[in-house]
């Protein structure tokens, strides 16, 4: 049903931009394949399963559009659902376009948009970590970070020479209340007067890139509210972040290189989750990373990566070390393996697969993922 309305929406959406002067693309991209992990309960058992996500990257349908105004300004706008392919259901809790919804003005001085939309948390990444959303990648030791997106979220990017620089607001993470993205939890909108802050998040970037390296720093808070909950992901049980005044935030810092057909890029990002309840302790992790991506040839694409993560107050750690080899069979279509193994410490129960939940080890115990897929973009 959701689908079907998805459809008609689509075709009703593209035939008014037809009529239009605006200057309106449809691109999707479809990423699916089989996943093996080991030790996926106490007993030790191993699991095989088409992932509730994709491997290498999500799949998506999405609009973009622009129309020329005069004078170097331009509208802009973006609409883009993800799906996941195994079973054809939306993503994002279920919304029409969960992954983009803005609208904006572009110009000279950068581009202003409003609406659902990515945070600075997102685009610091882009660069210096090199397998960017994968299912074994670093999403499984911080579900949020290939997911930062936000409700009613106010954003300014702009690029001057080699310096970009970046801010997003939101009025309220999750409008709906569904769940924003996985690693976000739930909070749905701005309270009275004095929960002025409550489910607010803000972010900010700054970025430099030259031909051959680049560093960026980024940080980024969301707030509070009612039902609003936070977790690490090692086994820990969730932490409220009840009110306005509770807050997890990261900050991150990260530089890359480039030789030729090599390049490599390194990080850290260091979180906090802080409440007003004396009860709840405050929590903080450090997260590092480092990795390579390596063009054998034209088609032919090695790329693999190392992160270690620590959360002091719950004296756990785990790390995570991950490869993939992608071949081009077009320059739309690719074929890739892949595997990560990772290393529990012994309070911990991270997961080396970010594929759709139900393989969390038992404590301290270490796991294998490997996948074989398919991509295609258009």
Known sequence: MRFAKLSAAASIFISAMACAQTNVSMYGLLD?????VSNVDAAGHGLVRLPGVSGELPSRLGFRGEENLGGGVKAVFALETGFNVRRGDLGQGGRMFGRQSWIGLDGPWGTVSFGRQYNMAYWVLADAEMLGPDIHGIGALDNYLPNA???????????????????TYSFGRDGAGTGNSPGQGTCAGEGGVTQSVQCREWSAMLKYDAPRFGVAAAYARQHGGTNAATNFFDGVAPQPLASGDDYDARMQANAYLRFGRLKVGAGWI????????????????HLVYTGAQYFITDALVLDGEALHIRVKQHDTAATL????????????????????????????????????????????ASQIGLMAGVRHAF
């Open 32 to 36: 699916t394949g089989i996943e093996y």
């Open 149 to 167: 997106r936000s409700d009613n979220t106010v954003a300014y990017k702009g690029r001057f020479a080699r310096l970009t620089v970046g801010a």
């Open 270 to 285: 260091g979180r906090s989750v802080r409440t007003a309840s004396p009860a709840l302790p405050d929590v903080r992790s």
């Open 321 to 364: 070390a991950t490869a993939r080899l992608t071949y081009y069979l077009s320059k739309t279509t690719a074929v890739y393996v892949k595997g990560g193994h990772l290393w529990n410490g012994a309070r911990s129960r991270f997961s080396v697969s970010a594929g759709g939940g139900g393989t969390t080890p038992a404590a301290g």
